[in-house]
């Protein structure tokens, strides 16, 4: 059995390692690239828009994980925080740009593009995604501006129960609805 700790053994584990990282990071790119053909042929979609997020988290983990194989701070144990820190960083910028109107823009903008365009799905999505749906409407064609207006105006609106039922996006996708289905 080889030695563990002998120089051979670690170029050797260093080589190997280096390895896998790389082919990871080439199925990162892979899947990346196919989850982008995918938005170019059908629209974004919340799973699309996850998957791609995770799919760059996994990459940037493992580049992380290189640069640790590599020795890069070797005296201190920075992997697993930084790990975590890009996965907090990756939600905190979720969170920040309200993915789903993100799905919005992106899908009335490829439709002006002459893309597909789904707008049944796009109104099943959450009160976040209402704003911009709202404010997508006149760039729509008139067929997928009545869709959009049906399927807006037949969602009832929530009445106030108390303040366990407060929820922002709730109240603002319902005073929107409210003027959009006034016209």
């Given at each position: 059995?080889?030695?563990?700790?002998?120089?051979?053994?670690?170029?050797?584990?260093?080589v190997l390692t280096g390895t896998a990282v790389a082919l990871t990071l080439v199925v990162v790119m892979v899947s990346v690239k196919r989850l982008d053909l995918y938005e170019r042929a059908y629209g974004?979609?919340?799973?699309?828009?996850?998957?791609?997020?995770?799919?760059i988290w996994i990459g940037v983990v493992f580049v992380l994980f290189a640069l640790s194989v590599a020795g890069l701070w070797r005296h201190r144990h920075w992997f697993l925080p930084?790990?975590?820190?890009?996965?907090?960083?990756?939600l905190l910028v979720l969170n920040a740009v309200n993915p789903e109107a993100v799905v919005v823009r992106h899908n009335v903008a490829h439709?002006?593009?002459?893309?597909?365009?789904?707008?049944?799905?796009?109104?099943?999505?959450?009160?976040?995604?209402?704003p911009a749906l709202v404010e997508a409407v006149p760039h729509l064609d008139t067929d997928a501006q009545d869709m959009v207006?049906?399927?807006?105006?037949?969602?009832?609106?929530?009445?106030?129960?108390g303040w366990a039922?407060?929820?922002?996006?709730?109240v603002g996708a319902d005073e929107r609805r409210q003027a959009f289905c006034a016209f």
């Open positions: 059995m080889a030695d563990r700790s002998s120089p051979p053994f670690r170029r050797s584990l260093d974004l979609t919340m799973l699309r828009l996850f998957s791609k997020t995770f799919a930084a790990a975590a820190g890009a996965g907090l960083a990756t439709a002006r593009a002459g893309g597909r365009f789904d707008p049944g799905y796009l109104a099943e999505l959450s009160d976040d995604a209402v207006r049906a399927e807006l105006c037949r969602q009832p609106l929530r009445p106030w129960h039922a407060s929820n922002l996006s709730h």
